[in-house]
Nanobody, 126 residues
Framework: VQLQASGGGLVQAGGSLRLSCAAS????????MGWFRQAPGKEREFIAA????????SFAQSVKGRFIISRDNAKNTVYLQMNSLKPEDTAVYYC????????????????????WGQGTQVTVSS
């Protein structure tokens, strides 16, 4: 599975961006999808996750209430709508997916994901 992340850019604090992650493979109903981010000098951290086949979603506390994750199964694409952006949201954002290694207990961990996109830069100015 190949993932193509896009939608990053420069935005002022308080603004919004929508990231997209397009998957090359169809029939992803058994897969979980996650968004992570990595700021300079910091470890990659979990942001949000969604299951392709259900309405289940989960968010890191730092973005809960500001970010929305959704999917379009027909387009094999997952979106991350980011609202009320803060300078501390500045990072490279990565999408990732997995089938056999993902479950509801490990979805916040990097090791749960088999496939990663290339990352897209999000910069929030103050």
């Amino acid at each position: 599975v190949q993932l193509q992340a896009s939608g990053g850019g420069l935005v002022q604090a308080g603004g919004s961006l929508r990231l997209s992650c397009a998957a090359s493979r169809r029939n992803l109903v058994s897969y979980g999808m996650g968004w992570f981010r990595q700021a300079p000098g910091k470890e990659r951290e979990f942001i949000a996750a969604i299951r392709w086949s259900t309405d289940w979603t989960s968010f890191a506390q730092s973005v809960k209430g500001r970010f929305i994750i959704s999917r379009d199964n027909a387009k094999n694409t997952v979106y991350l709508q980011m609202n009320s952006l803060k300078p501390e949201d500045t990072a490279v954002y990565y999408c990732a997916t997995a089938a056999t290694t993902w479950n509801y207990s490990n979805y916040e961990r990097l090791g749960a994901y088999e496939y990663w996109g290339q990352g897209t830069q999000v910069t929030v100015s103050s």
